[in-house]
């Protein structure tokens, strides 16, 4: 298994992705690794004050990364939720996705349809925190 000095955590602002957050910081400080939180809208029509309140989850999840000596870096991008993922963690060659077992909208599951899709389709190693 190459290194993992690179760390994928999709991110919608719920508790379950702060959750994945905490446990990708807890492992990339025990391996030197890189965080980068990834947020993706399946929807174009997102407004304003929507935007702006997860940058500013984003904006506050950086500074506790910073706070445990972690580089955390985000992007929020716009598409398909399981394939907009995949895809980012293969374009930026990413070694560990940590997820959510839900994200926004999910409660009565075992984990989301999304954290099942990246489970079953990723071809890196996925970490599901409940």
Same mark, same amino acid.
């Not at 929507?50 to 991008?77: P, R, V, W």
């Not at 009565?108 to 489970?119: E, G, K, P």
């Given at each position: ?8 955590? $999709?991110? &919608?602002?719920?508790?379950? %992705? #702060?959750?994945?957050?905490?446990? @990708? ?6 391996? =030197? ?16 004050? #929507?935007?702006?309140?997860?940058? &500013?989850?984003?904006? @506050?999840?950086?500074?506790? @990364?910073? #706070? =445990?000596?972690? &580089?955390?870096? +985000? ?12 895809? +980012?963690?293969?374009?930026?060659? +990413? ?5 959510? *077992? ?8 075992? +984990?989301? %349809?999304?954290? =099942? *899709?990246?489970?079953?389709? %990723? $071809?890196? $190693? ?5």
């Amino acid at each position: 298994m190459d290194e993992i000095t690179k760390i994928l955590v $999709p991110f &919608d602002g719920t508790i379950h %992705s #702060q959750k994945a957050l905490e446990s @990708a910081i807890y492992f990339a400080r025990k391996l =030197n690794s890189q965080i980068s939180l990834l947020h993706v809208r399946f929807s174009t029509t997102i407004s304003e004050s #929507q935007n702006s309140e997860m940058i &500013d989850l984003m904006e @506050a999840s950086k500074i506790k @990364a910073a #706070q =445990n000596g972690i &580089d955390l870096n +985000y992007e929020i991008i716009n598409g398909k939720v399981e394939k907009s993922i995949l895809d +980012y963690a293969k374009k930026w060659k +990413y070694r560990l996705i940590i997820m959510g *077992s839900y994200g926004a909208g999910t409660t009565d599951a075992f +984990y989301s %349809s999304v954290s =099942n *899709s990246i489970l079953q389709n %990723s $071809p890196i $190693p996925v970490l599901i925190v409940k």
